[in-house]
């Protein structure tokens, strides 16, 4: 009797750690979930309701914009203008398949600002061409604009 006694005193002490940190992740993984769900609530942006498989091409078509954006940074800070410029018009600017994605999504005001970030781009390229630092990197924040007022006003 008094083994097991023992026995169980020494396997509650060594199970006690490993109870508490369980117990620790599980409350970490449900005060995260509780927080999504709160942020989720109180998102205010316009849903553009898109399916599964959109949400993934739009969310890796932005990524490929973010790149494109760090790609053209970095080649400025190299002063290789003329390379920023290529990328800036073929990976930010207003592609017809740019055109044809930024129509897709049947909402009018998605779809001005997409144009519009799209647009503002091209001109970027067209800044970058003047080699000269202080207006690129204006209209480098203005095709920005776009992107912030965009991820401000919609939601995935």
Known sequence: MKKILTLL?????????????????????????????????????????????MKQNQLANMRSHVEAVHDIIGLLAEDKFDEAAM???QKLGLTPEMKKMCNMFGNADFTKLGLAFHQQADKLGETLKTHDMKRSLSALHTTMDSCVQCHATFRQ
């Open 9 to 53: 005193a020494a396997t509650t002490i060594l199970a006690t750690p490993v109870m508490a940190q369980k117990m620790d992740m599980s409350m970490h993984e449900m005060m995260h979930s509780d927080m999504h769900q709160m942020h989720a609530n109180n998102d205010s942006r316009i849903s553009l309701g898109l399916s599964p498989q």
């Open 87 to 89: 990328i800036a018009h």
